[in-house]
């Protein structure tokens, strides 16, 4: 991805939540002078735990089409005693248009919740094995405390407030509804993206960045 298209993307990221007055921490608007005038063994944890913000095209060069952004403000480590965590939470924008592609997890089992905007729709599989393949077999899911089973391939929407857990080796892939934006939570065990996605597609998760401008926000693929 350019770095002007990340830049402009965060900016407008911003504006959404304000929009909706959701509100980042403090180090959400450090500005990169902000960030090298920090004491790096008081902010390990940011680097560590990859909090931040997070902005992904899947290595496909078309972030409206594909991709997500994404900002996680909390997180641990597995099996680790210095950043002991069970936890994290990310909020996140789905665009009109954009599909965040299909993938699973090893490990993590998450809430997604429709916090704002319009109707969010996911597309579910089960895994086939430890493959990365999709299964034909029927889904089983929670949907807020209510038990539902769809078929392989089925779909369920998400109007705003309204949640669905995914348990491990789930597949999905989500977009929201044409013509609106969703603002996405994620509460959910440990986040690992570097060993935990299981993609149904070869995928790029933290694509390459062409520097044609100034950094306006740093970002995880930056630590």
Known sequence: MKRSEINQEIRAAEEFFARHSFKLPEF??????????????EIAEIFDCHLGWDITDFGRGEFRK??????????????????????????????????????????????????????????????KGRTSE?????????????KI????????????GESLTLTPNVFHAFYAEEGC???????????DDHTDNVFYEPQLRFPGVEEDEPIYRRTVMDY
């Open 134 to 146: 999709l299964d034909d077999t029927p889904v089983k899911l929670v949907m807020d405390g209510r």
């Open 66 to 127: 594909a991709g997500l952004l994404l900002f996680t403000i909390r997180n641990g480590v597995n099996n680790s005693t210095l950043y002991p965590k069970k936890y994290a939470e990310k909020i996140m924008i789905s665009r009109s248009g954009q599909l965040t592609l299909m993938h699973c997890h090893e490990l993590k089992t998450e809430d997604i919740i429709n916090r704002a905007g319009g109707r969010l729709i996911f597309e579910l599989y089960n895994r």
């Open 28 to 41: 959400a608007a450090w500005s990169m002078e902000d960030w090298q005038k920090q004491d790096l063994e």
């Open 181 to 191: 934006d969703v603002m996405i939570g994620e509460v959910s065990s440990v986040n």
């Open 149 to 160: 089973t769809v078929p392989a391939g089925g779909k369920v929407v998400l109007n705003p």
